[in-house]
C-alpha cells in the first residue's frame, strides 16, 4: 500500500486516492491538473498580475495581514488536515506549520516594502547620470513543494512571491496535497484579488506541465533528482529557478561542547519530524575526548522518545512515515552500514505493533565513510555518530559529502564555532543550535552542491522573485557625450589622458 494510491480513470484524467500514514484509513480523492489546466491558470494569473503588479506595497501587505487573521481563526482546521496527512503530533504541527506561517505573512507584509523599495544608486564613475534601481515583480512564478512541511513549504514562498507583486501558481506535493490547497482557501478567505493564487492539485506530470508551460520563475523544494529534471528544463526555456534540495548536515561536537545541550541538539535535529526534514542533522562527527559522554546522553534521549501519531494530542514525539517509500531507504541505510560493520546503540527496526510506517529511533555508531548512512540523504529517523580525533578531521569528513545544505557546531567558544562554520562547504551553519534557519527569515536559505541553487528566505529570496532594473538618467543633457561617434583621434587622446589620471595617478582613490 502506498500513501497515494491511483484511482482507475474512465476518462484519461489521473485520480488518487490518499490514505492515512498512520492506519492508511482512506483521506480523500482528488483529481490531477491537465497541462490544459496548467495553461488555462497561468493565463489568468498573468492577467491578474498586471493590477497587483502595480498595486503599493501597503495594499499587498493589507491582505498578508487579513490571511494572517484567517490562519490563526482557521488554525483547528490546518492542524486537522496536517496531523491527518502526516500523522505528526499537534505540537510538532503548529511548531512546524502554524508558526512559521503566521511569522512569514506577518514578517513580509512589513519588511518586503523596505527590502524591495525603488532606490537610487550613487555612481562612482558616472556622477553625471542618476540611477535608480527598481524591483519588478517577474510575472506568474510556479512554486512546485514536497510533502514534510506541506502547508508552510507553499505558504512561504507563495507570500514572497505576491508581495513581490507576482501571480502564482503552486503545485503541492500529491502526498499531502489538502494541505497545500488550504493556502489557496487562505488567501480566497483573506480577500486576494481572484486569479492571483491558483493552486493545483496533482502528481509529477502536473509538475512538470507547470515547469514547461510559460511561467517567469520556478520555485522548486524537492529531491535532488527531480530539481535536476525541473533545473535542466528551466535552463532551456532560459527562465530563472531555485532549487531548494535535499541534505546531509553533519553535526561537529567540538572537545569543549556544552554536551547537555549538544546532545538535546543532536536528537531534536535528527528526529525532529521523524527525520523528515531536508536540514535534519544526518550525521555526527564529535571529537574523541567527549564522544563517549556524549554519546551515552544521546542514547539516553534517544530512549525517552515516544513514538505515536493519530490522536489529536501532543503527547508522542515522533510520528510515522509521511511517505511510506522512505522508510525502505532508512531500512536499507541502517541494515546496509550493520552489515558493513555499524553497531546498533538504540532502534535500529521497525517499531513493533506501530504499523509498517513507523520505525524506531535508531543511534548508530561505528560508522565509516563508506557506508551510505553516512553519504546519503536518510530522510528518516537515524543518527549515525563517528568519532574523530581531532575538529580539522570533523571538517574535512563534514565536507566529504556531495550535499552541502545545513550544518551545525557545537563548542563554548562561539568564535572558534563560527570560524569552524566558515569552512564548511554548506548553504548555512548554526553554532550551538539546530533546524532554526529557515525560521530566520532575515536570512538566505538555501544549498550549495547538490543540495540546489538560489536560496529562499532573506533579501536574497525575496529579490528573486523580482528583475532588479536599473534605470539610468542623464542628468545635464549636454549635445553628446565624449564616447559617442564620430570616432576622432582628439577623441582618443582625451580618453587615453583620462585613463592617464583616473587610474594612474592618486586620482584613483576617489574612483574606488
Ligand atoms: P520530489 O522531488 O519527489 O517531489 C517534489 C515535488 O515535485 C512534488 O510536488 C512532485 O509532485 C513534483 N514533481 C515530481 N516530478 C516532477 C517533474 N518531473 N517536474 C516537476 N515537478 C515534479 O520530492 P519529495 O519526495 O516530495 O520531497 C522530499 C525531498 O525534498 C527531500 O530530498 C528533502 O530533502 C527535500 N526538501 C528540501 C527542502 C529545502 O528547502 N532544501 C525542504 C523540504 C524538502
Redesign the pocket.
Known amino acids: 500500500m502506498a500513501q497515494v494510491e491511483p484511482i482507475p480513470s474512465i476518462d484519461g484524467r489521473r485520480r488518487y486516492q490518499t490514505l492515512s500514514p498512520v492506519d492508511g484509513a482512506p483521506l480523500g480523492e482528488f483529481e490531477c491538473a491537465s497541462a490544459q489546466d496548467v495553461a488555462d491558470a497561468i493565463a489568468i494569473a498573468r492577467e491578474a498580475q498586471v493590477a497587483w503588479g502595480r498595486a503599493s506595497f501597503d495594499a499587498r501587505a493589507e491582505v498578508m495581514r487579513r490571511a494572517l487573521a484567517v490562519v490563526m481563526a482557521r488554525k483547528d482546521d490546518i492542524l486537522d488536515i496536517v496531523m491527518r496527512e502526516t500523522g505528526r503530533s499537534r505540537m510538532e504541527s503548529t511548531v512546524m506549520e502554524i508558526f512559521p506561517a503566521c511569522d512569514s505573512l506577518n514578517f513580509h507584509a512589513r519588511r518586503a516594502k523596505k527590502i524591495l523599495a525603488e532606490r537610487s544608486v550613487g555612481l562612482h564613475l558616472l556622477r553625471h547620470k542618476r540611477a535608480r534601481i527598481a524591483y519588478r515583480p517577474l510575472g506568474v512564478i510556479g512554486i ?6 506541506p502547508f508552510i ?1 507553499g505558504l512561504n514562498p507563495t507570500v514572497q512571491a505576491l508581495m513581490a507583486g507576482n501571480a502564482v501558481v503552486l ?5 499531502t496535497p489538502f494541505s497545500g490547497k488550504m493556502v489557496g482557501e487562505i488567501f480566497e478567505e483573506a480577500g486576494l484579488p481572484p486569479g492571483l493564487l491558483h493552486v493545483l492539485l ?3 506530470e ?3 506541465a ?2 514547461e508551460g510559460g511561467v517567469d520563475k520556478i520555485s ?8 535536476r ?2 533545473g535542466a528544463s528551466c535552463g532551456q526555456q532560459l527562465i530563472p529557478c531555485t532549487l ?4 546531509k548536515d553533519p553535526m561537529i561536537v567540538c572537545a569543549d561542547a556544552d554536551l547537555e545541550r549538544a546532545a538535546g541538539g543532536a536528537v531534536f535535529g535528527a528526529f525532529m519530524n521523524n527525520g523528515q526534514f ?2 535534519s542533522t544526518e550525521r555526527v562527527y564529535v571529537h574523541k575526548a567527549v564522544a563517549e559522554a556524549f554519546t551515552a546522553k544521546v542514547v539516553e534521549k534517544v530512549q525517552a522518545l515516544t513514538v505515536g501519531g493519530g490522536a489529536a494530542g501532543s503527547d508522542f514525539d515522533m510520528g510515522p512515515f509521511i ?1 511510506p517509500r522512505q522508510i525502505e531507504t532508512v531500512d536499507r541505510h541502517v541494515t546496509r552500514a550493520v552489515e558493513a560493520g555499524a553497531r546498533v546503540l538504540v532502534g535500529g527496526k521497525r517499531a513493533g505493533g506501530q504499523g509498517r510506517y513507523y520505525y524506531e529511533p535508531t543511534v548508530l555508531a561505528d560508522v565509516t565513510h563508506d557506508m551510505e548512512v553516512m553519504t546519503e ?1 536518510t ?1 528518516g529517523p537515524v543518527l549515525p555518530i563517528m568519532v574523530v580525533e581531532s575538529e580539522r578531521e570533523a571538517v574535512r569528513l563534514a565536507n566529504d559529502c556531495k550535499y552541502g ?1 545545513g550544518a551545525t557546531v557545537w563548542t563554548k567558544d562561539k568564535q572558534r564555532g563560527e570560524q569552524i562554520g566558515r569552512q564548511l562547504m554548506s548553504g548555512s551553519v548554526c553554532v550551538n543550535d539546530s533546524s532554526v534557519t ?1 525560521g530566520a527569515l532575515e536570512v538566505p ?1 538555501g ?1 550549495r552542491r547538490e ?2 541553487v538560489g536560496a ?1 528566505n532573506g533579501e536574497a529570496g525575496l529579490k528573486g522573485y523580482c528583475h532588479a532594473q536599473p534605470v539610468i538618467t542623464d542628468r545635464f543633457g549636454l549635445k553628446e557625450e565624449q564616447v559617442w561617434f564620430p570616432y576622432t583621434q582628439k577623441k582618443l587622446t582625451g580618453l587615453e589622458r583620462a585613463i592617464k589620471w583616473m587610474w594612474g595617478t592618486p586620482l584613483r582613490k576617489l574612483l574606488e
Do not use: H, Q
Open positions: 512546485i513543494t514536497p510533502w514534510n512541511g513549504m503545485k503541492p506535493s500529491e502526498v496533482g502528481d509529477g502536473t509538475g512538470r507547470l515547469v522548486f523544494t524537492g529531491s535532488v533528482a527531480t530539481g529534471k525541473v531548494e534540495l535535499g541534505g531536508c536540514s511517505m540523504e530522510f545544505l529557515y536559505f544549498g543540495s540546489g529562499v
